[in-house]
Every structure is written in C-alpha cells, then in structure tokens.
C-alpha cells in the first residue's frame, strides 16, 4: 500500500499470476480502482456525453453503433478520450494501471490507444476478433485493460475470452485491414465470460481472440479500454497510431460517401 498522501502503488503480481497470465492471455485484478475514483470518472463520462461540440457523428473521435433490434445510432465509444477527460486521463497514467501492464510485459508501459465505452442498453456487441491489426509498426505488445465504471455482465455484454488461444498468433490475413474471426479457428478453446464489478480491471493482449454480446439490460456498461505498448518496442507510439488511424478512418468513410468529417 502507498503511504498516505503518496502515489498509490502499483500492484505486485506473483509468480502464479504472471504464469497464468502467459498460459490464458488474460489476468483479472479485482479492486484495482476506489468507489470513488470510479465515481469521478463515471461523472466525466456522463459530462463528455452531453456536450453537444464532441458527440457528433462526424465526430473521428465519436463511434456509434446501431441499437440491435431497432437499428437506431447509439454512442458506443469516445475515442481517444484522455484529452477530454482529467479523470481518464490520471486513470491511464496512473501507477497501479501502467505497472500491472509493464508486470505483464516485463518492460515500461507506454500508453498507445485511449477509448471510453459507452455500450448503451440496446447496442450491439463485437464479433469475435483479435485486437492486433497488421499495420507497419503496429506493436505486438499491445496490451489493454479493461477497467469497469458499470458491472460488467452476461446481460450486458460483458467482454468473452477464449483462454490460451492468445498462443497461436495472428490468425487474420496481413492485409492490414481488420477482421472478425471465424468460430472455428477457437472452438477447442476454453470460453471464459470476463464478469467486473465498478473498479475491477482485466488484463489482456492484442493477439487473445475475445467477442462480446449486445447490451440486452437496461443499463448502460461504461468501461475503460486503455491500451499500452512496450517501451521496446518503438517508444511512444500514440500520436503515430491516431495520425494513421484517423487517415484509415477516413477512408473507411469515404467509401459510404462520408466526407463531412472533423477531429474535436
């Protein structure tokens, strides 16, 4: 524990936790953030989504996604988010977050990709998928935290793994482009349901094969995606990664005649 006043201290994982870690490709940390750090973050969360300058959908920063039965557009995700919100923004550059990701890789964390989760009641989910993409100088040591403002549930969509499939690589064509993965390329492989309370934090790479189901409650599941990469591996990469991945964005739109596009 941190001494009071002093910066809150990163959380020290065994030897059985890392080796379960390297076996499954995922580690849950429960209680890794206060009530009330998740309270000042939920509060952000509910600020960011009524400002009408930054939800918008021509919005690079703004994804929606279509309600599942009705096909209404809901907020999915304010991506990146830490320019906008203090609260995150001291989440994703805070000790216990960036030294649970430099334990699992066993060099300094570097933050690479910042998204918030809205995941409205009714949204739908995600195919399965790995979150490494083939593009030049993407980092094969992306590892995310998933750190849960609401409870993280079945009903809910909480995130699906498929335990130590992680260990067979990219199973996408490298044509850097993104790709939902075929069921049967995991289906020997354990299906684990990632269930957080508000504060708890699961611990993945980008090369674990994982899905989610839609919201069908009636509440929203706001979560954390907070990204890092080795230091090793390039240094910091995140002003590169949003450069390339706003041009890719753009082009995405492009090909459903969206061009009214602006960054805010």
Not at 66 to 86: I, N
Not at 94 to 119: C, E, H, N, Q, T
Not at 129 to 140: E, K, N, V
Not at 200 to 219: E, I, K, M, Y
Request: charge should be negative.
């Amino acid at each position: 524990m941190a001494e009071s006043g002093g910066p809150p201290a990163a959380p020290v994982l065994g030897r059985d936790e890392l080796r379960r870690y390297r076996a499954e490709g995922f580690l849950v940390v429960r209680g890794l953030l206060t009530a009330d750090e998740v309270a000042r973050v939920a509060a952000d969360a509910d600020a960011l989504r009524a400002r009408a300058d930054l939800i918008h959908p021509s919005n690079l920063r703004c994804r929606f996604q279509p309600h599942f039965a009705s096909g209404e557009h809901l907020l999915e995700a304010v991506d990146p988010v830490v320019e906008v919100s203090p609260a995150i923004d001291a989440i994703a550059r805070d000790p216990r977050v960036v030294g649970l990701v430099s334990a699992v890789l066993g060099a300094p964390a570097l933050l690479f990709k910042d998204k918030l989760i809205f995941k409205p009641p009714g949204s739908n989910g995600y195919a399965l998928h790995q979150d490494f993409i083939s593009w030049p100088g993407f980092p094969r040591t992306f590892t995310s935290v998933a750190l849960a403002i609401d409870p993280s549930t079945i009903e809910n969509g909480c995130i699906e793994a498929y335990a130590g499939a992680h260990v067979r690589g990219y199973l996408s064509p490298r044509d850097g482009d993104f790709h939902d993965l075929p069921e049967h390329l995991v289906a020997d492989a354990p299906l684990v349901r990632l269930e957080l309370a508000p504060g708890d934090a699961a611990v993945f790479g980008c090369f674990l094969p994982h899905r989610s189901s839609p919201n069908r409650s009636t509440q929203g599941r706001r979560q954390l995606y907070l990204s890092y990469s080795s230091e090793r591996e390039g240094g910091d990469l995140r002003t590169a990664h949003y450069a390339g991945f706003h041009r890719w964005l753009t082009e995405r739109y492009a090909e459903y005649g969206v061009t009214d596009l602006f960054f805010r």
